[in-house]
């Protein structure tokens, strides 16, 4: 039996998804779940950023792979932030990149789809932490290890 | 010796800006990918945290090896089954 089915223990958090999508665990860590909130955290982080820092900020292009972008999109504000900086003032005819090529240089292959993959399912993930966050059953909410053996196995 | 130089800086890895070439070796990438996804999965999924790491570990093990097993059957499918028979 799913946990969300059982009475009264699911309740709806509307600010918890709203933080969880700005900052990753954050939603968690709000509810009282900060052991949760830190390695939602830092796994979501970590994968994003390897994902930058294999592929470059090329990856993200809202223009370019509007699907891919949809994904990221969901790891929080990070998305649209490095889209938007990067198509305003990373381009080859930026003042930076007439000066010492300081612009992304395009990825192809893998080098372009594994950090793609990478940042996109760091952002599906942080949407399950959002959809935990937005019903979350009370027992479990009122403590780290607050979950009582009346709302059933979840893992 | 400038123009040497110059080249080296032109080549070197720019955090952010250069792709890193990945074309050898991406498929090991896959390792890290499966154990942050269990990482953030379990920590979001599990009822208490006591054997969080176990499930994590657990979780990237079983993943790994049903991939394995997937690349061993299409390793026979396609170098050795579909030659063969088809």
Redesign the interface.
């Known amino acids: 039996m799913s946990s969300w089915d059982t009475e009264d223990d699911a309740r709806f958090n509307f600010l918890a998804p709203v933080l969880a999508w700005l900052v990753p665990g954050l939603g968690h860590w709000m509810l009282g779940h900060r052991r949760r909130a830190r390695l939602i955290f830092t796994g979501i982080a970590v994968m994003y950023f390897s994902g930058l820092l294999i592929g470059g900020l090329d990856i993200v292009d809202r223009r370019g792979d509007p699907l891919w972008y949809a994904g990221q999109f969901l790891a929080g504000p990070v998305t649209p932030a490095i889209d938007l900086w990067r198509s305003r003032h990373f381009t080859p005819d930026s003042p930076a990149a007439k000066v010492n090529h300081a612009y992304p240089v395009p990825s192809f292959a893998h080098a372009n789809e594994i950090p793609t993959l990478f940042t996109t399912v760091a952002g599906m993930l942080n949407l399950l932490a959002i959809l935990d966050v937005l019903v979350l059953p009370r027992q479990r909410a009122e403590g780290e290890s607050g979950f009582n053996s009346r709302v059933g196995a979840r893992a | 010796m400038i123009p040497t130089l110059c080249s080296i800086v032109?080549l070197a890895y720019?955090?952010?800006?250069?792709?890193?070439?990945?074309?050898g070796w991406?498929w090991w990438?896959v390792i890290?990918?499966v154990f942050?996804?269990s990482?953030?999965?379990?920590?979001?999924?599990?009822?208490?945290?006591?054997r969080?790491w176990r499930?994590v570990i657990k979780m990237t093990v079983q993943v790994m090896f049903v991939m394995a097993l997937m690349c061993v059957g299409l390793y026979v499918v396609v170098i050795w089954a579909a030659p063969r028979y088809f």
């Not at chain 2, 720019?14 to 074309?23: E, F, K, Q, S």
């Not at chain 2, 990482?39 to 006591?50: C, D, F, G, H, S």
């Open positions: 032109t720019r955090p952010l800006l250069d792709p890193i070439d990945v074309n991406w990438l890290p990918l942050l996804i990482m953030v999965y379990k920590a979001i999924r599990v009822p208490t945290m006591r969080y499930q």
